[in-house]
């Protein structure tokens, strides 16, 4: 399994934007979606994921600021990003988690500017 991710860049405080990510390969109906960030020096942390029927979870501090989504065809996986606050600032990487076995996009870089 492969996963492209874009979207990221730089935005003011208060804006928005939306990561996609494409899976491609081996993709199994039955799996689990979604984004993580990490900041320099810390660990990676979950930001939020979509199983396979649907049901969504979030951290606390992005609930109702963020919504997570996959298209039809299950193999894109997006976050949209509203009111977004200097410290969602961080390289956010898509995850991909079906028969045991977890994927990773290669990160793209979402910059919050207060």
């Known amino acids: 399994v492969q996963l492209q991710a874009s979207g990221g860049g730089l935005v003011q405080s208060g804006g928005s934007l939306r990561l996609s990510c494409a899976a491609s390969?081996?993709?199994?109906?039955?799996?689990?979606m979604g984004w993580y960030r990490q900041v320099p020096g810390k660990e990676r942390k979950l930001v939020a994921t979509i199983t396979s029927s649907g049901l969504t979870n979030y951290i606390d501090s992005v609930k109702g600021r963020f919504t997570v989504s996959v298209d039809n065809a299950w193999n894109t996986v997006y976050l949209q990003m509203t009111s977004l606050k200097p410290e969602d600032t961080a390289v956010y990487y898509c995850n991909y988690q079906a028969q045991g076995s977890a994927y990773w996009g290669q990160g793209t870089q979402v910059t919050v500017s207060s």
């Open positions: 390969g081996s993709i199994f109906r039955n799996n689990v």
